[in-house]
């Protein structure tokens, strides 16, 4: 089945900086790939997604890119704010089916 | 939108009582509902894949006859976590796809259970 992994656990950032989350994912037929902000005690909230027809995607501070080749995934998020801490999971799997979660990264934005 | 309901928001029984948790897709049909447990500083793990109208899928290491779970209709799924433990004790977290659409899939509020 399919394995996420993700990078780093914990990150802290000034306020104005950029944040970098990697994952990689074990199985080469997911091809669906969402990323999720979580706030304590709360849902997780779908903030960007990629398909593998895909290898970029920006939606204004945020952005994804999809390497198939290498199997991994990153979450790029642009002048940050302190509004953006929160636990940022990776999922991968696919697109009418099921996704697994990565462990997460618990994002600090320091102001 | 896409609006999935959860029900009861928080849980605290004792030990041996089997519990029911009710996810409502409210503004659409959804075939496919999943439910997942996520334990303090942990992730979401699946915990199974429930279709409307036929069995549904654990994924390896969840007991079946421990969660059962039942999608009788294409807006409602229930999960039933049977006698349970202190172990149990967990924030169950459902989610909707939407009938035909796929993903993404949206997520009910929770459920925290806590077992005495």
């Known amino acids: 089945g399919e394995n996420v992994e993700q990078h780093p656990s914990t990150l802290s950032v000034q306020e104005g900086d950029s944040a970098v989350i990697k994952c990689t994912y074990s199985?080469?037929?997911?091809?669906?790939f969402p990323w999720y902000k979580q706030e304590l005690g709360k849902r997780p909230q779908l903030i960007i997604d990629?398909?593998?027809?895909?290898g970029e995607k920006k939606d204004q501070r945020i952005a994804v890119t999809l390497n198939k080749t290498a199997k991994h995934f990153s979450l790029h998020i642009t002048e940050t704010q302190p509004e953006d801490s929160a636990v940022y999971f990776c999922a991968a799997g696919d697109s009418y089916d099921k996704v697994i979660f990565g462990p997460g990264t618990s994002l600090s934005v320091i102001p | 939108g896409a609006v999935v309901s959860q029900h009861p928001s928080r849980v605290i029984c004792k030990s041996g009582t089997s519990v029911k948790i009710e996810c409502r897709s409210l503004d659409f049909q959804a075939t496919t509902m999943f439910w997942y447990r996520q334990f303090p500083k942990q992730s979401l793990m699946l915990m199974a894949t429930s279709n409307e109208g036929s069995k549904a899928t654990y994924e390896q290491g969840v007991e079946k006859d421990k969660f059962l779970i039942n999608h009788a209709s294409l807006t409602l799924s229930t999960l039933t976590v049977t006698s349970a433990h202190p172990e149990d004790s967990s924030f169950y977290i459902c989610?909707?796809?939407?009938?035909?659409?796929?993903?993404?899939?949206?997520f009910g509020d929770g459920t925290r259970l806590s077992i005495l």
């Open positions: 990629i398909r593998s027809n895909v």
């Open positions: 199985d080469s037929a997911s091809n669906y």
């Open positions: 989610s909707a796809v939407r009938a035909g659409g796929g993903q993404p899939q949206h």
